[in-house]
């Protein structure tokens, strides 16, 4: 099994439509991260959690929020999906220090039609 | 100003050959970094850290020149395996991932 998992790994779904997507993840780390990536773009980071209670938003927050279930689990949700939303999601962790860099999830692919 | 810059390539090398890139960072208070390796839709995964000593494996060596504020990548006997887009990171700031270098390695 993976360390992080994402789920779905493909979905389309419609404009206005709200829709989650889901993260967990082995590694027993504390901090959890959401980017979004599209063609010819780097990475951009829509939130992050340091641990349960803590939830921070990042560079593109705007549209989406976040739940940190539990440690091992943390999910983005997009309240009512918009075309400029389509784009390849990927979930990370890391440990409290970020020493060894992310592990990422597979990844989403969602398509807002 | 951008935390790094990376020429976004794309190299395109023959297979065997030795193929180096450079990323330039902005924060001279950066001591150490991460080469990530990203394929074609697919999530980044961790190649190697680089701290001032520099790091080697295998057929990949990463070294930090801080008087100069860069970090380079140096890959030897290219594999087609190889073909990938390679992103630096500063430890300090891992939250910013950049565009990163595309390498293709041809048969």
């Known amino acids: 099994d993976a360390d992080v998992t994402q789920t779905p790994r493909n979905r389309i779904t419609k404009t206005g439509k709200r829709i989650m997507l889901e993260c967990s993840q082995t590694?027993?780390?504390?901090?959890m991260y959401w980017y979004r990536q599209d063609p010819g773009l780097g990475l951009r980071l829509i939130y992050y959690s340091f641990d349960v209670k803590d939830i921070n938003k990042g560079e593109i927050s705007d549209g989406y929020s976040v739940s940190r279930q539990a440690q091992a689990k943390f999910s983005l949700s997009l309240e009512s999906a918009i075309p400029n939303q389509t784009a390849l999601y990927f979930c990370a962790t890391s440990d409290r220090g970020s020493n060894y860099g992310y592990t990422f999830g597979s990844g989403t692919r969602l398509t807002v039609v | 100003r951008k935390e790094v810059e990376q020429d976004p390539g794309p190299f395109n090398v023959p297979e065997g050959a030795t193929v180096a890139f450079n990323c330039t960072y902005s924060n001279s208070a950066s001591q150490s970094f991460f080469w990530y390796r990203q394929d074609c839709r697919k999530e980044p995964k961790l190649l190697m850290s680089v701290y001032s000593s520099g790091n080697e494996d295998g057929r990949f060596t990463a070294q930090l020149n801080r008087a100069s504020q860069y970090i380079s990548l140096l890959i030897r006997d290219s594999k087609l395996s190889d073909s990938a887009t390679y992103l630096c990171?500063?430890?300090?700031?891992?939250?910013?991932f950049g565009t990163g270098t595309s390498l293709t390695v041809i048969p």
């Open positions: 990171v500063p430890f300090r700031n891992q939250f910013y």
């Open positions: 590694k027993g780390h504390d901090r």
